[in-house]
T-cell receptor, first 114, second 113 residues
Framework: ETGVTQTPRHLVMGMTNKKSLKCEQHLGHNAMYWYKQSAKKPLELMFVYNFKEQTENNSVPSRFSPECPNSSHLFLHLHTLQPEDSALYLC?????????????FGPGTRLTVL | QQQVKQSPQSLIVQKGGISIINCAYENTAFDYFPWYQQFPGKGPALLIAIRPDVSEKKEGRFTISFNKSAKQFSLHIMDSQPGDSATYFCAASKGGGADGLTFGKGTHLIIQP
């Protein structure tokens, strides 16, 4: 595996379900990010992790719960979501401290909430 | 409040022509300005990026022009090809650390053969 991988690629869930999205980066980076991409809206930053520590939560509802067990893996735990949470969820990684903020994205998980 | 404004929303260019997409930002703390290309079913891919200490950066057929005083930057695609048809996003952030990117709304570019 190379780059940033995300699983599953597609997910359909009911509003009462609990599911998790997984992201893994194979680039040796130390920072990871979750973004949400909805139709007709800009990509929205959700969470930032730097060396496994959460450094930013962009006012995300508590029904989204991130977890970063190490600098290579990032999870997004989902529970009691709403239909408006249907979107493409993108994970990215970067090497913080290099003087640039070059972020590499995974292919995303297409989430549909029924 | 949209911190990065991108235009146009959609653009049709003939093969061989020049595609130009513009962005404007508000936060003067931003000092890293990348452009991303996204194909359907794929994640955004970094195309080219610029820091405000230079006014222009060129990589192959892609050029970023940067105007710090106007807080604007643009992407020029020279000799546009059908394979360039994609959605393009400008973004901005503080550079160097683990900082989230603030994205524009995107431009859907179609290159007609």
């Amino acid at each position: 595996e190379t780059g940033v991988t995300q699983t599953p690629r597609h997910l359909v869930m009911g509003m009462t379900n609990k599911k998790s999205l997984k992201c893994e980066q194979h680039l040796g980076h130390n920072a990871m990010y979750w973004y949400k991409q909805s139709a007709k809206k800009p990509l929205e930053l959700m969470f930032v992790y730097n060396f496994k520590e959460q450094t930013e939560n962009n006012s995300v509802p508590s029904r989204f719960s991130p977890e970063c067990p190490n600098s290579s893996h990032l999870f997004l735990h989902l529970h009691t979501l709403q239909p408006e949470d249907s979107a493409l969820y993108l994970c990215a990684s970067s090497q913080a401290g290099r003087g640039s903020n070059e972020q590499f994205f995974g292919p995303g998980t297409r989430l549909t909430v029924l | 409040q949209q911190q990065v404004k991108q235009s146009p929303q959609s653009l049709i260019v003939q093969k061989g022509g020049i595609s130009i997409i513009n962005c404007a930002y508000e936060n003067t703390a931003f000092d890293y300005f990348p452009w991303y290309q996204q194909f359907p079913g794929k994640g955004p891919a970094l195309l080219i990026a610029i820091r405000p200490d230079v006014s222009e950066k060129k990589e192959g057929r892609f050029t970023i022009s940067f105007n710090k005083s106007a807080k604007q930057f643009s992407l020029h695609i020279m000799d546009s090809q059908p394979g360039d048809s994609a959605t393009y996003f400008c973004a901005a952030s503080k550079g160097g650390g683990a900082d989230g990117l603030t994205f524009g709304k995107g431009t859907h570019l179609i290159i007609q053969p």
